[in-house]
């Protein structure tokens, strides 16, 4: 019994070691123990009428000064900015940006001046505002620029990276224009496209664009060229959001596999004719929203609908993409805002910062990720130098041709340091927006009846004014026929 006792220990062992060595090797990471911390209530943003729109956007914007979120309203459309330091209860009067004629469908702040933000809307309109130190005191309805262009609604505005005061808008006319806000005019459009946009992303240096489309394919562009680079037929994934990866050189996508489950794909920016990888997320239906981080190479995917935020480590070498954990919620999000780097609390290890919408509860939650360490000084592992808010080149340069990397900053000294930069709106003359030789203002067809009528009103006005004004030449003339038949006719040219 004492032999047979051995060997049964021995054969075993070597199972459970047999066992051991096919176990998932896990990648030593300092990221491995990551943390999502939900703000108390009294640091909520509560009593916000948020938007119930259904396009799919974040429907908010927030920099290290001030939180932005677009809310119901009628008659045109609105959004809220509300100082970060404002927390609480938010009350139903509260001052609101209000100048479209139609429903918000995205807003972003300036990177490089803090209280400049872009807004587009239904009304086929971008425009540029101007928050005054300390927020609203009343409602604004006056833009520092209405941008003009689009000849449908326009349902993304994104900033150039490492450029100021240039815009990127893609609108429901299948067209991205490229704005020059020092001289407030389209100087470029990108016309590849033919179906709606429906992301928009930028390598570091912002001389690469990536598109995803209706169309179902995916894109990189040269943006001052508007000449497509790459292009991919996704079929077996159709793709929904593109993210950059940084410097690495790939994309990411998130969208949706043959069978309808939930997908992403990562791709060599310089061939996308098949996906590096392609990895099943579940089988809900809402949308993924995909968040990457340079400095930690981490990826946040966060379902438009549910209230869970996964998190992943990306590399360069196989497997490219490990899981690393999972936030958990209950109440569904329908949107999210990132805090830029230079607004997170490094003392607390913090590195990346939601703004969760909660519609139901009109509530705006901030969740923190953090890196759990037990020194209470500067991490330096963690926070390596990161993309500052100074611009790294001026417009003219960049539409020149130059391209430029992101002008960094150290979180350790200068991460409450604000930007001086101010924008300085130009003096505008209303005429035609001629971009590519193609005038984008002629002829813009109406998109609803009462358009429609009030167009056609407002043209049988102009015609009635029209007819009176050539009537009282057509008298002046025979005046003037009159007066000069009877200086022909005086007896001093007999």
């Known amino acids: 019994m004492g032999l047979c006792d051995r060997q049964d220990r021995h054969a075993a062992r070597k199972a459970v070691d047999l066992e051991m060595s096919w176990r998932p090797q896990y990648r030593s990471s300092k990221f491995r123990n990551v943390y999502g911390k939900v703000a108390n209530r009294e640091h909520c943003f509560d009593g916000i009428p948020i938007t119930k729109n259904v396009h799919d956007n974040h429907f908010c914007a927030v920099n290290a000064r001030f939180l932005a979120i677009v809310t119901e309203s009628a008659g045109g459309g609105s959004f809220l900015v509300i100082p970060l330091e404002q927390t609480g209860r938010i009350e139903p009067n509260y ?70 005061n240039i815009l990127f808008s893609a609108g429901y006319d299948y067209k991205v224009l490229i704005w020059n806000l020092d001289v407030g005019e389209p100087v470029k459009m990108i016309d590849c496209h033919s179906d709606v946009i429906l992301c928009m992303s930028f390598n570091t240096d912002g001389s690469l664009l990536t598109t995803t489309c209706k169309d179902k394919k995916l894109r990189v562009i040269e943006p001052r060229s508007g000449r497509v680079l790459q292009e991919a037929s996704c079929k077996n994934h159709r793709v929904n959001r593109v993210v950059f990866l940084g410097n690495m050189k790939r994309l990411l996508t998130t969208g949706v596999s043959r069978w309808n489950t939930r997908q992403i794909a990562l791709w060599d920016q310089e061939d996308l004719s098949m996906p590096l990888i392609e990895e099943e997320i579940d089988g809900l239906s809402g949308l993924l929203f995909p968040f990457y981080d340079a400095d930690t190479h981490m ?85 390596p130098m990161t993309p500052g808010t100074e611009p790294a080149l001026t417009p003219d340069e960049w539409l020149g041709g130059i391209n430029r990397d992101p002008v ?51 043209q049988q006005d102009e015609i009635r004014r029209l007819k009176e004004e050539l009537a009282q030449k057509d008298i002046r003339i025979r005046q003037l026929q009159l007066e000069l038949k009877n200086l022909r006719n005086s007896p001093k040219n007999c």
């Open 299 to 383: 990826l946040y995917l966060a379902g438009k609908g549910d209230g869970n935020i996964r998190y992943y480590e990306i590399s360069t070498e196989k497997p490219f993409l490990s899981y690393l954990m999972e936030f958990r919620s209950p109440a569904p999000q329908k949107g999210l805002g990132v805090m830029p780097k230079h607004g997170l609390d490094v003392s607390a290890c913090e590195v990346f910062r939601f703004y969760k919408l909660v519609t139901l509860k009109g509530l705006i939650e901030p969740i923190s990720m953090i890196v759990p360490r037990r020194s209470d000084s500067y991490q330096e592992d963690i926070y």
């Open 408 to 458: 960094l900053m150290s979180l350790k000294e200068g991460y409450k340091k604000s930007s001086k930069m101010v924008f300085k709106a130009p003096i505008k003359e209303k005429k035609s927006v001629v971009v590519n030789g193609i005038d984008l203002l002629e002829n813009v067809p109406p998109r609803t009846e009462n358009e429609l009528l009030r167009m056609f009103f407002r």
């Open 95 to 164: 001052p609101k940006v209000c100048g479209h004629q139609g429903n918000v469908l995205d807003i972003k702040w300036n990177p490089f001046i803090d209280n400049i933000i872009a807004s587009c809307s239904e009304d086929t309109s971008v425009r540029i505002w101007e928050i005054p130190e300390g927020g609203l005191k009343r409602n604004m309805t006056e833009a520092l620029l209405e941008l003009h262009g689009h000849s449908r609604r326009v349902g993304l505005v994104e900033w150039h990276p490492t450029t100021n």
